[in-house]
């Protein structure tokens, strides 16, 4: 026999019921992104390394380390996309869309992480991105949308981080000043940033090692250096959220790992999950990443929000699925012991009028039909056997304990209204 096969190491396979829950989360999602303006973008999984070593920085960790690099049979260079943002804004050059262009995704994302739970080397996000504004506004209803959305998915316990990098004006000083208090201080940084400290102070900012930590605290607070119009934009953005009631906390040491980022920065993170894999949900603006991906300059903000996270975030917090077997349930399963083809018939027209049906297969017995009706989660069972085929009709009856109603016969014709009644639909 040959060696059974199983998924690689950091990716997982989501099946059904539990997938019940993506399903939950997406339409969730996808319903609020709508109800935002925003459309639906579709993406290949690869691209172009030069989208992410342009796009995400080739001194960006997740490039020198994490992404997926592959050369294919033609010998050109791609890369499975790390994240979702530099792709769009690849696809907003190529495409010269009217600006302001508001999309939605949900996307896997691939990175070479050491595994662990809520780490994991193909993660799935749920992502906003706006380009062609640098209107505060905007990134004030980026970040309501992902608050919006965790709240609808039933989080509670959780934070917003807000911070602002500064833009090309005002942040060069500051990487400056960093750099120079960071060399001072080389000897005391963790082994990784006393190599690449001079070359990318602001990674040694969001660096979790105590080591670095103690450093940063010490050294120049960016905040400091914001010019007037980077102050006025963070202000606007924290004003707007003010008035939409979702409270903010301001975090200076938010710089985030993709070198695209500018002015607004922020992340959501549960306080149910644990310190290092909290993060729910994170983005930023990005003003320059058009340009650095060859077209006109063109402003942009978004977030992205990991599925797996939210959804350990859900269990973290108690919240019940009970709910969520009606999202997608079945409405009714059919055991059929006369394989008579207008059975077959009755469950199309049943589908076809909305309602969700299965059957067993394979002529099983009555008994055995029952079985795979109980585990199939169906709330009602429809019986057809040689009586019931006779007059035209099914025998219905509740599938689960909690209904104590008597069956009762109904005929084909009325089948599909009854069903709705009794499921409330
Ligand atoms: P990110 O912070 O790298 O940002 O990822 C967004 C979210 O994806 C994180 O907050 C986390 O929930 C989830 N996530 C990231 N890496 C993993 C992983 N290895 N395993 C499980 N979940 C993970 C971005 O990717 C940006 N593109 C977000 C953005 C959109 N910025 C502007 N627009």
Redesign the pocket.
Known sequence: MSKELSSPNGTHDVLPPQSRRWEFLIGTFSELARRGGFGLIVQPLFEDVAVFNRGIGEGSEVARKEMYVFTDRGDRTFALRP???APVARAYVQHHPTPPWKVWYATP?F?Y?RPQA???RQ?H?L?V?VLGTDDPLADAEVIALAHDFYTAIGLSNFSLLLNSMGDRECRPAFVDTLRGHLQSRVADLCPEHVATASENPLRVIDCKKPQCREVISQGPVLDDHLCEACRDHFGAVGDALDAMGISWIRQHTLV???DYYNRTTF?FVSHALDGAQN??????R?DQLVEDLGGDPTSGI?????I??LLLARVAEGISDDGLDDVRGLDAFVIDTTRDVRVTSLISSLRHAGLAIDRAYDSKSMRSQFKVADRSGAAIALIIGPTELEKNAVTMRWLRNDNDMEPVSVAWDDVARTLKRWRGK
């Not at 993060?279 to 930023?284: D, L």
């Open positions: 994240e979702g943002t994302a990175r992480e809520g780490r994991y993660h996000q992502g991105e985030r790992g993709f992340e993060a729910i949900g994170g983005g930023g990005y978004g977030f992205g929000s990991g797996e996270r």
